[in-house]
């Protein structure tokens, strides 16, 4: 039985907050999260916590560990305190993946802010549209779009994702990095990277510099002491300097709790028929022209690589997007204002990518309005041409790839059986219209009833049936999310693990959904961008998947350019074959995949003959070997990379700690649970579920079904930071407490322990204490003491482990504390408080090597400016010896003295400089010491008698 003393102890320990130093930090986080956990992810968010100093933290795992659950561990810790103000900048095509996994995952409410709804918010009298009571997502454009209003907000915490982007931040010609960093300069920051070094040792002072402007001098500085390393000394240095700020895992560290499979590529070869191959000639003859009235100016680069994307994609695709062009051309003609909008509208109802393309393409330049009466003969020429194009798209009923997906689909299918994987696959498109085509095109050849669809908004019958009936199914569950587009996803997702052999998709399908139960993806069309490529198999080839994953890629016989750039991908980025797919050296070179989409459109556009394609893509290819350098391979193994036993053994400990924190953790909350709702619920401890029959008052949940575990029984997840579950512990934990006598029964409890066992048939007294520091580190300790009466100091850890046995209530008692019991608790509290001076000592010494550091980084920055003009002034006087020319000489001598006279002033200037920094050092000194002070109070829960039988 558990008693009020158990539920408010309980209360008080689910609900308290840890030290950063303490492992049970993400105790909470670690229970409320809905997904499996490996060592190295608890271990990358413990690090990001690790000092109450510390201005944030570089998570650099290798692709495809989790690091955007490692960030959310980090987002749900701050949440559950309380910390709501909450920033994540990622790529504008990742933020749809961010805000599902978050939610999906960790039950935190999120917000994308795009232009749209930013405006909506700031015409309807929002102020500030980034303070949200949500996570807030957008991307890294938009971010520094309005660096001036996010220099403002406080922020508890920013994550940054593909922080590399921002690796060169201290370039003058980096905007975006410069506008951020100034616009977060004091917010706490966790970035994101799986490649912090690239090309240059300076990408990682970028970096560092991100988080802590006091982690090394200054650029200049950091280039003259490390920009080349030559011994092992200097190395050593840099990386202890670094260790207090960058952490990483390497895939190879965690092959025992991660099981990886493989990628088999397979290409499907396809010739266009005569009647395609003269659409394709003429479409891009079309694009080529020097002067478009089609395509708006500012954005002529995009909208002509989406117009080879569809005209590679299907007929039906291109035919669609023809007589969108045509109708905005007539529109300009009458003069019509929506003309960019509607043929923006039009192409983005097909080509879904088109925002987060748009919000990653910098326009080029303004459109013009007045039309001259040569234009207008221009375009009532254009109209014409565009007319006969699609009219001849149209007239093409049968694709040579759609054709060809046929004999790619029975070649996959028959490799999965092989590899005894379920006959499913993905096939993604481009285009909405390709997707309709591919439905009848499968649908008459044999998969009728086997589809399902996934798309931008699943309007179709079929998907609106599939939800219906999930909805129905799911109901009064926390499946059913009330997020049309969430549960839509879930129902589709659902639909195909269970009854579909083949999901046709849209880019949309691309993030934030997990299919590894499905092992063939199918390119129908294949993007660019090798980041698009790498998430769209990542989908299927992640952690989880049992087999190996077969990936579909379609090449055009008849095209050189198709032909180069599928050669790109898979030999120099090797996405398609292996065990983890694209390198972290690869994806990291290009930085943005955009870049090098439009490098690929500039060879389609100018290059007409198979010898100049073969140029560009060699020069591309050549470029590229220099950027994927493998010089800096050694630099980045020394620098960041952890090999000793010590890593292994502190992802295994730091494991087993956490899960006994879940273990002890979930106990509690049971018990508390079933001791408040007694009344209310109905339990079953096998299974550890709860059937909600009448909901407390004032408390914003359903009734019904309930399960604590982390496995989909239908019902509600029942979790530490579900509104009932912190009801609960707020009333348990505000209970006001007489003193009572509670029998411990340790004969019938199943468990043993040696300090407990001896002190069978003893009574006694016990206390309970509540102390809490706020502070830099915010903490409270729970401090137990008991005493029996004949005088045996019972430990407090052998104290708490009596609320673990069956016990009962037996009356009220009347209690004196001894003056022995006043002393132990003193005791405790003094040990608490010994070791947090101990760990504050450790952190300002910490805190003080980095500052001496950032002073000396100065001081050689200053010098090295001294030293250069030394050197001028000893090169002059020896040419002065050298020259016989007596002009010569003395306008030599006098250039020497000119120069020492500089060097005189840089003496000054530096001695200047050097006292500026150490009183800059002594400001920021002050800092830390205000930043360490804290407050400490102490409450007494509650004193009990006991009796132990």
């Known amino acids: 039985?558990?008693?009020?003393?158990?539920?408010?102890?309980?209360?008080?320990?689910?609900?308290?907050?840890?030290?950063?130093?303490?492992?049970?930090?993400?105790?909470?986080?670690?229970?409320?999260?809905?997904?499996?956990?490996?060592?190295?992810?608890?271990?990358?968010?413990?690090?990001?916590?690790?000092?109450?100093?510390?201005?944030?933290?570089?998570?650099?795992?290798?692709?495809?560990?989790?690091?955007?659950?490692?960030?959310?561990?980090?987002?749900?810790?701050?949440?559950?305190?309380?910390?709501?103000?909450?920033?994540?900048?990622?790529?504008?095509?990742?933020?749809?993946?961010?805000?599902q996994e978050i939610e999906e995952k960790f039950?935190?409410?999120?917000?994308?802010?795009?232009?749209?709804?930013?405006?909506?918010?700031?015409?309807?009298?929002?102020?500030?549209?980034?303070?949200?009571?949500?996570?807030?997502?957008?991307?890294?454009?938009?971010?520094?779009?309005?660096?001036?209003?996010?220099m403002v907000i406080p922020w508890d915490l920013v994550v940054i994702d593909e922080a590399h982007r921002l690796r060169n931040v201290y370039r003058p010609d980096n905007r975006i990095g410069r506008a951020l960093k100034t616009a977060l300069g004091n917010a706490p920051k966790v970035l994101l990277t799986a490649t912090p070094l690239q090309n240059s040792l300076m990408e990682l002072y970028g970096l560092v510099s991100l988080i802590d402007d006091y982690a090394f001098g200054d650029a200049k500085s950091f280039r003259a002491q490390y920009a080349r390393i030559t011994g092992d000394e200097q190395f050593d240095e840099l990386k202890e300097r670094?260790?207090?700020?960058?952490?990483?895992?390497?895939?190879?560290?965690?092959?025992?709790?991660?099981?990886?499979?493989?990628?088999?590529?397979?290409?499907?070869?396809?010739?266009?028929?005569?009647?395609?191959?003269?659409?394709?000639?003429?479409?891009?003859?079309?694009?080529?022209?020097?002067?478009?009235?089609?395509?708006?100016?500012?954005?002529?680069?995009?909208?002509?690589?989406?117009?080879?994307?569809?005209?590679?994609?299907?007929?039906?695709?291109?035919?669609?997007?023809?007589?969108?062009?045509?109708?905005?051309?007539?529109?300009?003609?009458?003069?019509?204002?929506?003309m960019r909008e509607k043929l923006v509208e039009e192409i983005a109802e097909d080509y879904e990518e088109y925002e987060d393309a748009a919000d990653e393409w910098p326009e080029e330049g303004e459109d013009t309005e007045l039309l001259t009466e040569s234009d207008i003969a221009n375009i009532q020429q254009e109209i014409a041409d565009l007319r006969a194009f699609r009219d001849l798209a149209v007239s093409i009923s049968e694709n040579?790839?759609?054709?060809?997906?046929?004999?790619?689909?029975?070649?996959?299918?028959?490799?999965?059986?092989?590899?005894?994987?379920?006959?499913?696959?993905?096939?993604?498109?481009?285009?909405?219209?390709?997707?309709?085509?591919?439905?009848?095109?499968?649908?008459?050849?044999?998969?009728?009833?086997?589809?399902?669809?996934?798309?931008?908004?699943?309007?179709?019958p079929q998907s609106k049936a599939i939800y219906t009936?999930?909805?129905?199914?799911?109901?009064?569950?926390?499946?059913?999310?009330?997020?049309?587009?969430?549960?839509?996803?879930?129902?589709?997702?659902?639909?195909?693990?269970?009854?579909?052999?083949?999901?046709?998709?849209?880019?949309?399908?691309?993030?934030?959904?997990?299919?590894?139960?499905?092992?063939?993806?199918?390119?129908?069309?294949?993007?660019?961008?090798?980041?698009?490529?790498?998430?769209?198999?990542?989908?299927?080839?992640?952690?989880?998947?049992?087999?190996?994953?077969?990936?579909?890629?379609?090449?055009?016989?008849?095209?050189?350019?198709?032909?180069?750039?599928?050669?790109?991908?898979?030999?120099?980025?090797k996405l398609f074959s292996g065990v983890f797919g694209a390198s972290d050296e690869v994806l990291g070179a290009i930085e943005s995949g955009v870049e090098f989409e439009k490098r690929i459109v500039s060879i389609y556009?100018?290059?007409?003959?198979?010898?100049?394609?073969?140029?560009?893509?060699?020069?591309?290819?050549?470029?590229?070997?220099?950027?994927?350098?493998?010089?800096?391979?050694?630099?980045?193994?020394?620098?960041?990379?952890?090999?000793?036993?010590?890593?292994?053994?502190?992802?295994?400990?730091?494991?087993?700690?956490?899960?006994?924190?879940?273990?002890?953790?979930?106990?509690?909350?049971?018990?508390?649970?079933?001791?408040?709702?007694?009344?209310?619920?109905k339990f079953d401890d096998d299974y550890l579920t709860f059937t909600l029959k009448a909901v407390p008052a004032g408390v914003d949940a359903p009734s019904g079904s309930y399960f604590l575990s982390k496995q989909g029984i239908d019902g509600h997840r029942y979790r530490l930071g579900h509104p009932l579950a912190q009801h609960l512990l707020s009333v348990a934990a505000e209970r006001k407490l007489n003193g009572a006598e509670l029998v411990f029964d340790y004969t019938a409890w199943p468990q043993t322990a040696v300090a407990l066992a001896p002190l069978v048939g003893k009574a006694g007294t016990l206390v309970a204490h509540k102390l809490s520091v706020r502070g830099a580190d915010d903490?409270?300790?729970?401090?137990?003491?008991?005493?029996?009466?004949?005088?045996?100091?019972?430990?407090?850890?052998?104290?708490?482990?009596?609320?673990?046995?069956?016990?009962?209530k037996s009356g009220a008692a009347d209690l004196q504390l001894p003056q022995a019991m006043k002393a132990t608790v003193n005791e405790q509290r003094k040990t608490i408080l010994d070791e947090m001076a101990r760990r504050q000592s450790t952190w300002f010494d910490e805190e003080m090597e980095k500052l001496d550091h950032w002073a000396e980084d100065r001081r050689a920055g200053l010098k090295a400016d001294l030293k250069e003009l030394d050197e001028q002034i000893k090169a002059l006087k020896k040419e002065v010896r050298q020259t016989g020319n007596m002009p010569e000489k003395l306008a030599l001598q006098r250039k020497a003295r000119a120069l020492e006279s500089q060097r005189d002033e840089a003496w000054r200037a530096y001695d200047a400089a050097a006292k500026d920094i150490e009183v800059q050092k002594d400001g920021l000194l002050d800092q830390v010491e205000e930043r360490l002070e804290q407050a400490v109070s102490d409450e007494e829960l509650f004193a009990i008698r006991f009796q132990i039988v």
């Not at 999965?416 to 993604?428: T, V």
Request: charged share 25%; with cysteine.
């Open 1 to 99: 039985m558990t008693t009020e003393y158990h539920a408010k102890l309980f209360a008080h320990e689910l609900s308290r907050r840890h030290s950063v130093a303490d492992a049970g930090k993400l105790a909470a986080a670690l229970l409320d999260a809905q997904v499996d956990l490996n060592p190295h992810q608890v271990e990358a968010a413990l690090f990001a916590f690790k000092s109450p100093l510390s201005k944030g933290a570089i998570l650099a795992d290798e692709v495809g560990l989790g690091k955007t659950i490692e960030a959310g561990l980090v987002l749900a810790q701050k949440w559950t305190e309380g910390k709501r103000r909450i920033l994540i900048i990622t790529p504008a095509n990742l933020r749809k993946q961010w805000s």
């Open 107 to 150: 039950f935190l409410p999120t917000m994308i802010l795009e232009a749209k709804n930013y405006n909506k918010l700031a015409k309807s009298g929002v102020r500030r549209p980034f303070e949200q009571k949500s996570l807030v997502i957008c991307s890294f454009q938009f971010a520094a779009r309005w660096a001036d209003e996010l």
């Open 242 to 338: 670094l260790k207090p700020v960058c952490h990483r895992t390497l895939r190879r560290q965690v092959l025992e709790y991660i099981r990886y499979t493989n990628r088999i590529p397979i290409t499907q070869e396809f010739v266009p028929s005569e009647r395609e191959q003269a659409l394709y000639d003429m479409v891009s003859d079309y694009l080529r022209r020097p002067s478009l009235q089609a395509l708006p100016s500012s954005q002529r680069t995009l909208m002509t690589l989406i117009m080879r994307k569809l005209l590679a994609s299907s007929t039906f695709a291109i035919a669609g997007a023809l007589d969108s062009l045509a109708r905005k051309l007539e529109r300009q003609l009458r003069d019509d204002t929506t």
């Open 400 to 460: 040579a790839k759609g054709i060809a997906l046929l004999s790619a689909l029975r070649a996959g299918f028959a490799k999965a059986q092989e590899l005894g994987s379920a006959e499913k696959a993905i096939i993604f498109t481009e285009s909405r219209r390709t997707q309709e085509y591919l439905v009848r095109l499968l649908s008459e050849h044999g998969y009728d009833g086997k589809l399902v669809l996934f798309n931008g908004s699943n309007a179709d």
């Open 469 to 573: 009936a999930w909805v129905e199914r799911h109901k009064g569950t926390d499946r059913v999310t009330g997020s049309r587009t969430a549960d839509m996803r879930a129902a589709l997702v659902d639909y195909f693990r269970e009854k579909a052999a083949i999901m046709i998709a849209t880019e949309a399908a691309a993030e934030g959904i997990n299919l590894q139960f499905c092992s063939m993806v199918v390119n129908y069309d294949l993007p660019w961008n090798p980041q698009r490529i790498e998430q769209r198999i990542g989908r299927c080839h992640r952690y989880g998947q049992r087999h190996d994953v077969v990936v579909v890629n379609f090449l055009n016989k008849n095209n050189a350019a198709d032909q180069r750039v599928y050669e790109l991908l898979a030999e120099k980025f």
């Open 605 to 681: 556009q100018t290059c007409r003959s198979e010898a100049d394609i073969e140029e560009a893509f060699e020069r591309l290819r050549t470029e590229m070997e220099t950027n994927i350098s493998v010089t800096m391979e050694d630099t980045r193994r020394k620098l960041l990379e952890n090999f000793d036993a010590e890593v292994h053994d502190r992802l295994k400990i730091n494991m087993a700690q956490s899960k006994s924190y879940i273990d002890r953790y979930e106990r509690m909350l049971w018990a508390i649970t079933k001791h408040e709702l007694a009344k209310l619920a």
């Open 779 to 808: 903490q409270d300790h729970l401090i137990i003491a008991a005493m029996t009466d004949d005088g045996v100091r019972i430990d407090a850890g052998a104290a708490m482990r009596l609320f673990e046995m069956p016990s009962r």
